[in-house]
């Protein structure tokens, strides 16, 4: 694809469920990233893969939150028992091989009622 | 103290006007400095990109890096109202992750 793309755009969940984000990156990016951004902030660092190892997971908040990347490509976030403080725009990111010049998708919006 | 510190704005200027943006950090061990914009409901889009001190231009664009003093700036030269953003500093050292300022954001005037 063009792009890193994101799925789904939205998703609304009541309080106590399970939801996964999906990202697909950039097609050869070897890293992915996983970023969490509120509103008025810069984007702040998840978790980080090269191919299907997870290099990085210290910005994960708590043990309810997890990702994997199990063929090198796609990734999924997901996030456990939800709560309302987990309402937040996801952003992943990829680049070619690790680096600072990531490209980022579109984010998913997550509401957490 | 954050390790990332930027003004969060608004910074309002005329269209034509030079736009002076900058952070300051506080992690010596950053090496790679990169400033982002991000239009309203999209992702960020890297702008620029510079390993270690000294300038880099790019069109309208020039980010410079002094890091004896932690301090980094971005540059626009005739300044158009589609530069109206928001701009994101960001930083990392070898480990790839990437620390963002909160963001500066910007209006041109026309």
């Known amino acids: 694809g063009a792009g890193v793309s994101q799925s789904p755009r939205y998703k609304v969940t009541k309080r106590g469920q399970d939801v996964a984000l999906r990202c697909d990156p950039i097609?050869?990016?070897?890293?992915l990233y996983w970023y969490r951004q509120a509103l008025g902030q810069g984007p702040e660092f998840l978790t980080y893969?090269?191919?299907?190892?997870?290099?990085?997971k210290s910005g994960l908040p708590n043990d309810r939150f997890s990702a994997e990347r199990p063929e090198g490509s796609i990734s999924t976030l997901t996030i456990q028992r939800t709560e309302q403080r987990d309402s937040a725009m996801y952003r992943c990111?990829?680049?070619?091989?690790?680096?600072?010049?990531?490209?980022f998708g579109p984010g998913t919006r997550l509401t957490v009622l | 103290q954050k390790e990332v510190e930027q003004d969060p704005g608004p910074l309002s200027v005329p269209e034509g006007a030079i736009v002076s943006l900058n952070c300051t950090y506080s992690?010596?061990?950053?090496?790679?400095f990169m400033w982002y914009r991000q239009y309203s409901r999209k992702g960020p889009e890297l702008l620029m990109y510079?390993?270690?001190?000294g300038n880099k231009e790019d069109g309208r664009f020039t980010a410079q890096v002094d890091k004896s003093s932690k301090y980094i700036s971005l540059f626009i030269r005739d300044s158009q109202p589609s530069d109206s953003a928001t701009y994101l500093c960001?930083?990392?050292?070898?480990?790839?992750?990437?620390?963002f300022g909160k963001g500066t954001r910007l209006h041109i005037l026309p």
């Open positions: 893969f090269n191919y299907e190892a997870q290099q990085d």
């Open positions: 510079t390993y270690s001190s």
């Open positions: 990111a990829s680049s070619l091989l690790g680096g600072a010049e990531q490209f």
């Open positions: 992690n010596s061990a950053f090496q790679y």
């Open positions: 960001a930083m990392s050292n070898r480990d790839d992750k990437i620390i």
């Open positions: 097609s050869g990016h070897v890293s």
